[in-house]
Each structure stands twice: as C-alpha cells, then as structure tokens.
C-alpha cells in the first residue's frame, strides 16, 4: 500500500470510516492445519514479521500463491474490509447499505457489507464506497478505534504531541480516534517510533501489525516486544522543527553516467543525496545517502526530474516538492550501431530499451539497464522498420541537481 496522497474533506473521512460505539470482543478462530504462515519475503529480521506470522496461524490474514506476502504493498479499502472482519466478531450496530460502486457479485461485497453494519467503516455521500482505494494509515486507526470504541484518558492533542513528531500532520477529525489509539498501544511505527506518518499509504505489514495490536488489547493473543509500537516504551524527547527554505540546491547523485529516454516518456528514477545538507551551526538536517523517490517525465521539449518524496537514512518519509532544470540534450542511435558501446555506463527507460533493440536488432538488451515505464511489446511497433531513433540524453551529475520549489521542514530531535 507505493506512497497515494488521500485527498477529501473532513467531512468525508468521517463518513467515510463511521463513528461506532458500544462494546466489542474480538474474537479470533484458530486457523485450518493447511493455513500458511511463513513467507519467503518476511524474513525473521523483518519489522512486522511476528505480527504477520500470528495473524496468518488464525486466518486472519493470507499470503499469496506464489508464497510471498507482499508486505509493502498498499491495502485498499475492500481488503482492509475484509482483514476486519475476519479479525473480530461484532454484532451489527445498524442495516445494510447497497453501494452503488460494490456490485454483489463483487469479490469483497459481504466483507464490505460487515464492516459497514458492524460501524468499522462507512460510505461517502451517495452511496459510494470507493472500494480500490487505497487507505492511509491514519484511517485504519480511525476505524480501528471508532470500531472498537476506544477513548481517551488525556487531551488528544497532548498525546499526539507526547509521542509524534509529526503529530502536526494528523488531520484535525482524527485527532481523538489516534490518541485513544496511541493509549492502547495499538500504533506501530516503523522505522522510526516517533513518526506516525499518517497520510501515507498502509502497508500489508502496516495493517497486520496494527490489527494484532487491537487483538491484543483486547486478550486474543499475546504480547510481542517490538521497538516500535507506540507506548511500550517512554516517549523519546521531543524534537523540533527546522526548515530549509526553497530555492536551496540539493546535490543529488546517480548510480549509472547516463540515462537514456525516448520523447515523452515518464520513468520512475530513485536519486541519493550526495553530500549533507547541513544547518550554518552544522547540524545535519539531510545526512548524505538519503535517497530522493520521483520520476523523469516529459517537459518543455525535453525531460525533467519531479521529486515525490524524501526518505532519510533513519527511514523517516518526507513529502518534497523539488526538481531538476529541463534536460533537452539528444542522442541519436542509428542503425547498424554496436548497441553494447550505447549501453555502456547508461539507464534506459522502457520506451528507450524498445527503441535501440529495435533500431540496432539488438534483442537482448540487460534488463537491469531497463528503468520502469511502458512495456516494450507495446511498443515495439512503434519502432520498428526506421534506422534511427533520437533519445533524450540526461548526465545524471550535470543535469539533475535539485532545486526546492518550497519550503522543506525537517524535524530534529533535541532542539
């Protein structure tokens, strides 16, 4: 659950989650001996790995056919439904509803239906549901807290402040649902205890560890010892905000010396900080190696990097707005050319790959060259049959240094 930005009104996310009351006794069945509880892709080390393995040995949550679990992907609100209901067992607080979007032959519709009745969640006005969306982290604490009737022993807005540094980013009609949340240690955030990061996307992994937790409130399974829920420990000191105004330059390197796109073509690029952005007193706002995740895309006769988001090395996640200047260099690729001397040293978008393979008859271009993008039996037509094809050509030292567009702010612990 890549990272979606969820954009409707407060009013909305209410409707959208519901607000429940009354008790709730979750109950958790034992899973059949055949339930698969081990995935090749949540290894021992990972963060969430006890949380998804219990889950899995009630049925509560299913891995995939190829054995995998997918913990990183994102959880839509159909299979959020779906995780909730089979996790607890509530008697309904109110009637059934006919979404016009969740037709009844619909994969999720009866687990749509039981957390609508059960008050775990609810629909946005004329009865749409929007089941494929994507659902951020704030809202399944949300529903989880609203479902389970949580409250809270203190003022919201101080146990947010208490336990997150970006408690400013939780949106104001869920400020009460994650501070009950928080005080049943039913958060839990990683890579770093402190950021809630309430507006990104859940993960599987997200959902599962989450979801234990509610289990574990209520007595239905046991406790697991984890750095990172919320509240097991003592809150870390506060920190403090700086900014770094836009207009600053960040210095950004590449791993390859050239990328190579076709006209129009939008791939996905991950840049790394090269040097450490540093406060005039020298303290280190972005340390070297953070990485910076957005794509190269078409611009004014040319290509230009867009940032989407900047991931430091403590694994904090921050929204950036920042870009490159537009790149309008070309390379023309004829026919006949040894395709090994173009790739030498280069990244190629998809579109690019299609085209040299084409032009040069060149079929076995790597595939770790290839970046993301279109995929190349769609455009193989495209290209062939010319004897040659003109690239836009980016020097990623040259060309992709980044300029912010606003204001980042970047919280510092200790100040």
């Known amino acids: 659950m890549s990272c979606s930005n969820y954009r409707q009104s407060g009013t909305a996310l209410m409707l959208a989650l519901g607000l429940a009351t009354g008790v709730v006794a979750p109950i958790v069945q034992p899973a059949p001996a055949s339930a698969q509880t081990t995935f090749y892709d949540v290894p021992s080390n990972y963060w969430a790995q006890g949380f998804i393995q219990e889950l899995a040995s009630r049925d509560v949550i299913k891995g995939f056919p190829d054995g995998s679990f997918r913990p990183n992907e994102p959880v839509t609100r159909a299979q959020?439904?779906?995780?909730?209901?089979n996790a607890f067992n509530r008697a309904q607080i109110r009637g059934n509803v006919s979404f016009v979007d969740v037709p009844s032959n619909y994969w999720a519709a009866s687990a749509i239906q039981s957390a609508y009745t059960t008050g775990f969640m609810a629909g946005y006005p004329g009865n749409v549901f929007?089941?494929?969306?994507?659902?951020?982290?704030?809202?399944?604490?949300v529903s989880l807290a609203n479902g389970l009737s949580y409250s809270n022993s203190a003022s919201a807005e101080t146990v947010l402040q208490q336990y997150y540094s970006d408690a400013g980013q939780v949106p104001g009609y869920a400020v009460p649902s994650v501070a009950a949340a928080t005080q049943n240690q039913v958060v839990v955030n990683y890579p770093d205890v402190r950021f809630l990061n309430p507006n990104q996307t859940a993960t599987r992994a997200d959902v599962a560890a989450f979801i234990y937790q509610a289990l574990n409130r209520a007595g239905q399974v046991g406790t697991i010892n984890s750095p990172y829920i919320v509240g097991q420990t003592a809150p870390t000191q506060p920190t403090a905000q700086l900014r770094i105004p836009a207009g600053t330059v960040l210095p950004v390197r590449y791993e390859k010396e050239k990328i190579l796109l076709a006209p129009n073509e939008t791939v996905p690029v991950t840049l790394t900080v090269s040097q450490n952005i540093v406060t005039s007193q020298g303290t280190v706002l972005i340390p070297a190696g953070s990485q910076v995740v957005g794509a190269l895309q078409p611009a004014q006769g040319g290509s230009q990097?867009?940032?989407q988001e900047l991931v430091l090395t403590n694994g904090q996640r921050l929204a950036i707005d920042a870009r490159s200047?537009?790149?309008t260099k070309t390379e023309q690729i004829q026919k006949g050319v040894n395709a090994g001397s173009i790739l030498q040293g280069a990244a190629l978008g998809a579109a690019a790959a299609t085209g040299i393979s084409a032009v040069t008859g060149d079929r076995a271009i790597a595939t770790e060259e290839v970046l993301g993008g279109a995929g190349a039996g769609a455009l193989l037509g495209v290209f062939l049959g010319r004897d040659r094809v003109t690239l836009v050509s980016i020097d990623p030292d040259a060309d992709l240094s980044l300029t912010l567009g606003s204001d980042l702010r970047i919280s510092h612990v200790g100040l």
């Open 80 to 85: 959020f439904a779906s995780m909730v209901r």
């Open 130 to 141: 929007n089941p494929s969306q994507n659902i951020p982290r704030v809202q399944v604490l």
């Open 305 to 307: 990097f867009v940032a």
């Open 325 to 327: 200047e537009v790149v």
